[in-house]
């Protein structure tokens, strides 16, 4: 079975439709020759973007010369209310001095001192499943925002503040449009963003619950009873190069984009990979079969899940979480036979680059198999980009890559999964990769 894709719009459309298709769906939104294409120009009134496929512009983009593509304030939009100043929408000086603070919380070695929690949540979300037909998009929700609970303040998802939390979010998720008007009209700053209500009643409800939860943190930082966990680790290092921790202002920023990056992203590429299991039942007990050969699913039998990674790495490459990110030309660029000037708009889209059919053998199916190809390791190497790449990589990519094979390896030794007949999951963007009608499946105990 191929796994569902959407529609795409012809290849010429008005500004008033293409704008209204945009903001509906980022995904639809597009032409169909973007699969093929490698690069792609759009002109507007209002500004010039360039789509790029060619692998070695998107590595000129990210890895080679990144601070000449910074972060565009047009991603920032929708999102700057709920994620203020985070790492995920500065550039600069002042990202790279967030990076210093946060990138050693994350290193390779203190995933083995997180991975208590990650599987305490995974267990739970186990536990909580039954047989009978759920919509999965919010058991996966729920789990990964468990495990960030968990993770960054020792507290679980049942915590009463911490449903709070994860209950705002999902308002937000559902209010907010993935284009804020302002995102396609350059706007002044002192002008109003058309957020909708619901979306800027949430975001304040949410800085306010994370706002109570880090003031509480930095007291217990300060009487020395707090717990060794993530926020811990991220409020007590100090900037190497000016000795300063993040104030609590700041932190507040951050743990907003912990969230709603290891929770958003997470639930998608959970909801996504079962389904793909669930309807290609062969791959679902070749991985069934190696998650009991691996025996307790402790932090070193991980490393044993090479085919639960391979099959996690697959549904990331047909559903990335961030279908697109945006930079911004800072000089004058010349790619391929045309002028970029100062200013436009750079798009990377995992979602056309990891479908490119140019690039990709069967680029629309499902082949978990393609991972130990060569034709499959040279994508990876060049066309495989779900948590960005180069200095602005996600900071929590390994992490995101421990978590979903766990969730997953956790689920499948007690469940099978199967499609509901009539349920087909329609992908849209909304701030993440997600199903129009959600993940409907329906699992029975192994």
Known sequence: MTPPKPPSRPDRVALWRYAKLFRADLLSAQPARLYRAWM??????FFRSFLVNQPDLVAEVLKARPEDFPKSDRVAEGLRPILGNSVFLTNGATWERQRRIIDPAFEGGR???????????ARACADRLGPGEVEFEAEASHAAADVIFRTLFSIPIEHEMAAQVFAEFRAY??????VNLA????????????????ARRAGRRIRALITALTEARMAEIRAGTAPDDLATKIMTTRDPETGETFSAAEMVDQVAIFFLAGHETSASALGWTLYLLATH????????????????????AMSKLRLTRDVFREALRLYPPVPMMVRQAACPEHFRDREVPRGSQIVLSPWHLHRHERLWEAPDAFDPARWQSENGRKCQREAFIPFSAGARVCTGAGFAMLEGPLLLAEILRRF???PVEGR??????????RSRTGIWLRLERR
């Open 281 to 300: 039942p062969d791959w679902q007990e070749a991985l069934a079969e190696e998650i009991a050969g691996a025996g307790a699913l402790d932090f070193a």
């Open 173 to 178: 998720q559902q209010a907010q449009p993935i």
């Open 424 to 433: 087909v999951p329609e992908p849209v963007a909304h701030l993440t990769v």
């Open 416 to 418: 099978r999964v199967f």
């Open 40 to 45: 792609a120009e759009f002109r507007t009134p």
């Open 183 to 198: 995102a396609l009209i350059p706007l002044p700053r002192w002008m109003p963003r058309f957020l909708p209500r619901r």
């Open 111 to 121: 995933l083995r001192d997180t991975f208590p929690a990650m599987q305490a949540a």
